[in-house]
């Protein structure tokens, strides 16, 4: 593993359905991030940890859910995916807190459709 | 809510001038700026950082200003290439406010042979 990996690429889901997208970063980062990015509406943070047992809100938290065991994992799940959460998702990383004013590392991203 | 935007969304030019793309920002306590550039389904990358206490950061053909006074930041990109077209982000934050990064909707630069 080198910087950030995303799983699975692409996803299609059927709405109501429960989804986890994997994110695991192996540069000792103690901030993570999940973003989502929409034509014409840039990246929208969801949820940021600034470190291994905390989290926080961003901007369009709602209907996600992330939890942080470890320094290198940073799963997000959608309990029950809608239609609106069709989007691409981008994992992040930090050396610093979210506030720090540092450089965020992204990983490949996830494409999900939800039906 | 604050706010990061770009002045144009696309921005077209031929193999060999020089770009600028152009990002105001509204926040008069951000202190800390990235570019990012994005080619077509692969994540953000970062180019340039820049602080608030320095006006202009160079790197390998990029460029970026920083104007504080009329919060307005710019990427220069020397000698373009047709590898520069992808989308450029400016994003920022004001670390005193404890803020994440804030990221603008991004332009769009297409480079022609």
């Known amino acids: 593993i080198a910087g950030i990996t995303q799983a699975p690429t692409s996803q299609i889901l059927a709405a109501g359905r429960r989804m986890t997208l994997r994110c695991t970063q192996d540069?000792?980062?103690?901030?993570m991030y999940w973003y989502r990015q929409d034509l014409g509406l840039g990246l929208r943070l969801i949820h940021y940890?600034?470190?291994?047992?905390?989290?926080g809100k961003g901007e369009v938290p709602d209907g996600y859910s992330v939890s942080r065991a470890n320094t290198d994992d940073f799963p997000l799940t959608l309990a029950s995916a809608v239609p609106s959460q069709t989007s691409v998702y981008f994992c992040?990383?930090?050396?610093?807190?979210?506030?720090?004013?540092?450089?965020?590392?992204f990983g490949p991203g996830t494409r999900l459709t939800v039906l | 809510g604050e706010s990061v935007g770009l002045h144009l969304p696309t921005l077209s030019v031929q193999e060999g001038d020089n770009s600028i793309i152009n990002c105001a920002y509204s926040?008069?306590?951000?202190?800390?700026f990235i570019w990012y550039k994005q080619e077509s389904g692969k994540g953000p990358q970062f180019i340039i950082d820049?602080?608030?206490?320095?006006d202009k950061r160079q790197g390998q053909r990029v460029t970026v200003l920083l104007n504080k006074t009329v919060k307005h930041l710019s990427l220069q990109i020397a000698a373009t290439q047709p590898g520069d077209s992808a989308v450029y982000f400016c994003?920022?934050?004001?670390?005193?406010?404890?803020?994440?990064?804030?990221f603008g909707k991004g332009t769009t630069l297409s480079v022609s042979s």
């Open positions: 992040a990383s930090s050396d610093k807190s979210a506030s720090g004013g540092n450089e965020q590392f």
């Open positions: 994003a920022e934050t004001a670390s005193s406010e404890g803020t994440a990064l804030i």
């Open positions: 940890s600034n470190t291994a047992g905390t989290t």
């Open positions: 926040n008069s306590a951000s202190d800390y």
């Open positions: 820049i602080r608030s206490n320095m």
């Open positions: 540069m000792r980062h103690n901030a």
